[in-house]
């Protein structure tokens, strides 16, 4: 089940799952075939639009994983990556020939950096292996995304230049990366402006935002994207990819559907988005942190008294998300040496236990102290201060 928040007239975000290209380059995170199949199923049934499923040319392995989602995967579209060399593409486009709906991903660098140092070559140079390499995967795809590598560190007329030629070639979707994750919100957003007012041709095609969290700033970034036209994310479960990762999916999206003034809707179904982190994170070897947004463990943990007492009361109050719409059951009060005796009173309730309010005065000064000595006051430690509880009312 998708987004239901907004207006009628909400225009679609596409979703671009990256983790099983960019997500995987994480050391330690590489999969087998079956493993990524899997995955890709996963990601099917959470409702994104296209699942970038590997880079073919880099290895067999890669390659045969390709086409395995190729032939397995009938809603979403499967999408592969290649440079801008003509073997790339030709093995992008095998590897996509059992696909329902291919795309081939091809680019190359357009910074200052990227052609001096990387690529050795010219701007123009650059312009000219830009189209070819559109020109030549349309050969094979109708659906053709160019990326412009280090986008976020490319001068803006140069950068709309190579975006007139990818699209005058036949490309489909613009990807704007920022590779380094090192443009702020605001410049970002303007880049994607600027684009959108002096690309010719902009108005056929999807802008698409890819971007890095080197400075933490992915997810702000590619809110910043869309809202100033941007109609595509690209991103990964659990915010997995090279360095300090990529936009986390689920955090893109909760953002999109708790801002319905921004008229802005998605296809996932966010139910499912916890149980896919962790399936994401155990397949792949990579712990969620605590305090991750939407997935993390404490994401909908109170162990603050005065927290506590609030979400007892009203969950608003300190939860601006409903954990049942990210697939948790329930808030969690966690029982601390920080904890009030409204939350102890809360726990004691939910184990069948109501206490009067001399019973709670006591009791807590128990509890307290078994606070002081360990990091959280589990059902265990509760029930032997039931225990202490029917001892001092006798």
């Known amino acids: 089940m998708g987004q239901t928040k907004g207006t009628m007239d909400a225009q679609k975000i596409q979703i671009f799952d990256t983790t ?11 999969l087998n075939t079956s493993e990524k199949i899997e995955v890709a199923k996963r990601l099917e049934a959470l409702g994104v639009d296209v699942i970038e499923a590997g880079f073919p040319i880099s290895s067999p392995g890669d390659f045969a994983s390709v086409e395995a989602i190729a032939k397995t995967i009938r809603s979403a579209t499967i999408c592969a990556l290649s440079r801008a060399v003509e073997k790339d593409i030709q093995v992008a486009a095998e590897s996509l020939k059992y696909a329902k709906f291919p795309r081939i991903h091809t ?10 140092f990387k690529l050795k070559s010219t701007q123009e140079q650059v312009l000219q ?38 699209v005058k070639a036949g490309a489909t979707v613009l990807n704007i990366p920022d590779t380094t994750g090192y443009c702020l919100p605001e410049a970002y957003g303007s880049k994607i402006k600027y684009l959108k007012e002096h690309v010719k041709g902009i108005e056929k095609v999807t802008l698409s935002t890819h ?42 999206v909760m953002i999109i559907k708790q801002y319905p003034d921004l008229h802005l809707q998605t296809n996932i179904d966010t139910r499912q988005l916890n149980t896919i982190s962790k399936f994401v994170a155990e397949t792949m070897r990579m712990p969620v942190q605590a305090n991750k947004a939407i997935v ?19 969950r608003e109050t300190y939860e601006i998300i409903d954990p049942v719409d990210v697939g948790v059951d329930h808030s969690s009060i966690v ?5 009030g005796r409204a939350a102890l009173a809360h726990r004691f309730k ?12 006591v009791v807590y000064q128990q509890f307290l102290k078994v606070a002081d000595e360990c990091l959280e006051v589990d059902d265990k430690a509760l029930a032997n201060l039931i225990e202490y509880k029917h001892q001092i009312a006798i």
């Open 20 to 30: 099983l290209r960019d997500g995987e380059q994480v050391p330690g995170c590489k």
């Open 107 to 116: 680019g190359i660098g357009t910074s200052d950096s990227h052609i001096r």
């Open 129 to 166: 292996r830009a189209e070819a390499a559109v020109r030549m995967a349309k050969q094979y795809v109708e659906d053709v995304e160019f990326y412009a590598e280090d986008a976020g560190r490319t001068e803006l007329t140069f950068l709309a230049r190579v975006c007139e030629v990818a």
């Open 211 to 252: 971007c890095h969290n080197d400075l933490g700033l992915a997810t702000a970034n590619s809110i910043a994207g869309i809202q100033n036209g941007a109609r595509q994310i690209e991103c990964t479960i659990n915010g997995l990819g090279e360095r300090a990762g990529n936009t986390a999916l689920e955090e893109v």
């Open 296 to 314: 993390g463990a404490n994401a909908f943990a109170h162990s603050s008294g005065i927290h506590q007492d609030g979400v007892i009361k009203n």
């Open 335 to 339: 029982l601390t040496a920080r904890s």
């Open 350 to 361: 939910l184990l069948g236990e109501d206490l009067t309010r001399d019973e709670l005065d």
